[in-house]
Structure formats: C-alpha cells, structure tokens
T-cell receptor, first 110, second 115 residues
C-alpha cells in the first residue's frame, strides 16, 4: 500500500520541453523529499521540503510543497537527456519512517 | 569517501532457502534503514536502526524477515524460507543521525530472485 500517489507514471518528452510531476496523498507529512534513481543504483536525494507552501529551486528543477503538506510537485524546465530517470517522492510520516511513491519514469529524447 | 555498499549485488536462490543480505553503511552514520523495491514500485520501508537497536521494525512483512546490527555498523537482513514473492531489490540506506532531516544515502541494492 502506497500512501503517496505519483502521476504520471511514465513520461516521454523531447529535449527542451517542460514537465511537471505530481505527488499526492490524503495524509499530512512533516516533510517531503524528492529523489532520482537510475537503473541499478539506489535513489539519490534531490531536495527536502518542510514548510507548507515552500518552493525550492535546484537549477532547472523547481519543487513545491502544498500548503496543507499533503502534496508536492516537481517542475523541470527545458528538460535534457541527462534528466532521464525514475523520480520518487517520499513523505516523512513518523520520526524516522519514510513512505515512497511509486515513481515517475521520465525519458528525455535528444 | 566510500558510500553505502551492499553484498551480494545479485542473489538467486530457490524457494524455501535461507538468505542473508549485507549492508555496510557510511562510516560514522548511526542510522540505518532497509527498504524493499519491487519492480515498478517505489521503495517500501522495512526496518530502521538507531545504533545497534531496531527502533522501528513495523515494515517487516512477517516473521520470516529479521535484521541485525550487532556493533552499530554493518547490518544483515535475514530471510528464512524464501518465497517467490520475496523477489525484489533490497536497498539499504544510512544517515548521519536519527534526526529525520538528515540525508539518507542509499546503496546500490541487492537484487534477490527466488526461483
């Protein structure tokens, strides 16, 4: 059972396009993290958002935490082939327990 | 410095057998997590250690699964009487402390296949 629903599940776009990935839950999280995972490797943390309404930017990536701390979005501007990978959101529910979404598989074609 | 390492990288076993999966966390990291990732899914929390003790084992699916961390460093995940449904990638992560806000560093995982 996944507390976090991610959409879309798959996304295939051309280099230079913009995209948004969504992470939704009916539960409130104390913080939410976004990871990127490549085949054969473990997830790598991109960002942690803590405050409702918080927006963080990491180069071409913009992360937003919903006001009610139940949802988040990841927006990528001018996607590049190097952005290809599995994007995962993870909500911190209890002090040290993290629930992951099922992921969005992004393919950026040159 | 060295990251989190996991051995073996791949393990193929037969239904009913016993397996051990090992995790070497980053030196000095007191918190250690085990997750299971099935095909097409995100990681699923199994157990969390703070030092030598299992602070939260609520994610272990049943009593066939057990994990230890006797000296507060290396951890071993043990699965008895393996079933085909146990096939997955088992990920280990460590973080500097139990603060929750500390970054979890993941290993590459052990791919377990139960025939």
């Amino acid at each position: 059972t996944q507390l976090l629903e991610q959409s879309p599940q798959f996304l295939s776009i051309q280099e230079g396009e913009n995209l948004t990935v969504y992470c939704n839950s009916s539960s409130v999280f104390s913080s939410l993290q976004w990871y990127r995972q490549e085949p054969g490797e473990g997830p790598v943390l991109l960002v942690t958002v803590v405050t409702g309404g918080e927006v963080k930017k990491l180069k071409r990536l913009t992360f937003q935490f919903g006001d009610a701390r139940k949802d988040s979005s990841l927006h990528i501007t001018a996607a590049q082939p190097g952005d290809t990978g599995l994007y995962l959101c993870a909500g911190r529910y209890n002090f040290n327990k993290f629930y992951f979404g099922s992921g969005t598989k992004l393919n950026v074609k040159p | 410095g060295a990251g989190v390492s996991q051995t073996p990288s791949n393990k193929v076993t037969e239904k009913g057998k016993y397996v051990e999966l090992r995790c070497d966390p980053i030196s000095g990291h007191t918190a250690l997590y085990w997750y299971r990732q099935s095909l097409g899914q995100g990681p699923e929390f199994l157990i969390y250690f703070q030092g030598t003790g299992a602070a939260d084992d609520s994610g272990l699916p049943n009593d066939r699964f057990f994990a230890v961390r006797p000296e507060g460093s290396v951890s071993t995940l043990k699965i008895q009487r393996t079933e085909r449904g146990d096939s997955a990638v088992y990920l280990c992560a460590s973080s500097l402390s139990s603060g929750g806000s500390d970054t979890q560093y993941f290993g590459p995982g052990t791919r377990l296949t139960v025939l």
